[in-house]
């Protein structure tokens, strides 16, 4: 709260406060974290907890369950460089992540977390989302009562993918273009880089994987991701 509060005092805003939202861990707090909405200048913004993780163990490592992405399109590129490395038994399951993966009943959706705000709060009104620096996904609204300083904003990807309309492409950190976090296909890029001295070409060839990746963006994510969060980055 002392952060919150510095943030506020330094007019760092707009200031938003993600929750990602699961049984067992927060879910008795989901409605004070939305009460904090009456008296900040913020949002506190629910996100649907993605499972991670496991299903690497079932579909080999870095690529998704058919090799192949949107259009049911195979990359040439994945399949002409190098192999990703093999996962570490480190980084499976509950040894590589918080083990929420494992449980069934972890995810709270979006129409549960909006009952129980609502059910102690009262109603919520929608917001203009352009009105919301940084809105990203998400959708945004008010408490209808109690005159509130913020926001509340729901980025509910499993109850209601966005996919269509996903722009990002993530780097790891060990050179491989991921289409998604979730379960994207993926293009080893490093030993491309590598591969050429010319920085025009090497612009050139990282353009075209690039192109590669994004038909590779799934039309809609499946139920389980298929890498841990620590080799995807955020
Ligand atoms: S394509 Fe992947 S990263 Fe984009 S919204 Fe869907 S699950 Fe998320």
């Given at each position: 709260m002392?952060?919150?509060?510095?943030?506020?005092?330094?007019?760092?805003?707009?200031?938003?406060?993600?929750?990602?939202?699961?049984?067992?861990?927060?879910?008795?707090?989901?409605?004070d974290f939305a009460r904090l909405s009456l008296s900040r200048r913020l949002t506190v913004r629910f996100i649907e907890y993605m499972p991670l993780g496991d299903a690497v163990l079932m579909h080999g490592p870095g690529h998704r369950a058919d090799g192949r992405g949107r259009n049911g399109q195979a990359s040439h590129l994945s399949s002409a460089l190098n192999p990703l490395p093999a996962i570490h038994a480190s980084e499976i399951g509950p040894a590589g992540g918080c083990g929420a993966q494992d449980r069934g009943d972890v995810l709270v959706p979006e129409a549960e977390v909006r009952a129980r705000i609502e059910n102690e709060l009262g109603p919520l009104v929608p917001v203009d989302r352009a009105s919301e620096?940084?809105?990203?996904?998400?959708?945004?609204?008010?408490?209808?009562?109690?005159?509130?300083?913020?926001?509340?904003?729901?980025?509910?990807?499993?109850?209601?993918?966005?996919?269509?309309?996903?722009?990002?492409?993530?780097?790891?950190?060990?050179?491989?273009?991921?289409?998604?976090?979730?379960?994207?296909?993926?293009?080893?890029i490093r030993e491309l880089m590598r591969s050429f001295k010319d920085p025009a070409q090497r612009r050139r060839a990282v353009a075209h994987a690039m192109t590669e990746c994004v038909r590779l963006k799934p039309d809609a994510h499946g139920a389980h991701g298929n890498q841990q969060m620590s080799r995807i980055g955020g």
């Open positions: 002392r952060g919150l509060d510095a943030a506020e005092d330094a007019e760092l805003l707009p200031l938003k406060v993600n929750c990602v939202t699961m049984r067992g861990t927060n879910d008795d707090e989901f409605v620096a940084g809105v990203g996904p998400a959708s945004v609204y008010r408490l209808a009562q109690g005159d509130p300083k913020g926001r509340i904003g729901f980025i509910s990807a499993m109850s209601a993918p966005f996919c269509a309309t996903c722009n990002r492409l993530r780097l790891t950190a060990d050179g491989v273009l991921r289409s998604c976090l979730f379960e994207g296909g993926e293009v080893p």
